[in-house]
């Protein structure tokens, strides 16, 4: 999801995203929900919330900021 879109969102929640970085914002909207803020954590590898908005953007944020050695 684009960031301004994510920062609409939060904006239409009442979150002020001014200052915030992208995962900043997103943990914002999941607390906000009452959601476990776990966007960009190591929670991934075990992550089963498989309806979760952010889920395919928070997997491709991990397999890029990981190096996976075999």
Same mark, same amino acid.
């Given at each position: #999801?684009?960031? /301004?879109?994510?920062?609409? #969102? $939060? !904006? +239409? #929640? +009442?979150? @002020?995203?001014? =200052? #915030? !970085? !992208?995962?900043? $914002?997103?943990? *914002?909207?999941?607390? $906000?929900? /009452?959601?476990?803020?776990?966007? =960009? &954590?190591?929670?991934?590898? &075990?992550?089963?919330? &498989? $309806?979760?908005?952010?889920?395919?953007?928070?997997? *491709?944020? @991990? /397999?890029?900021?990981?190096?996976?050695? &075999?």
């Amino acid at each position: #999801m684009d960031f /301004n879109d994510i920062r609409r #969102m $939060a !904006k +239409g #929640m +009442g979150i @002020h995203t001014r =200052g #915030m !970085k !992208k995962i900043e $914002a997103i943990r *914002s909207i999941q607390r $906000a929900e /009452n959601n476990i803020d776990c966007y =960009g &954590t190591e929670r991934v590898d &075990t992550c089963n919330e &498989t $309806a979760c908005l952010w889920r395919d953007d928070c997997l *491709s944020l @991990h /397999n890029r900021t990981h190096v996976h050695h &075999t």
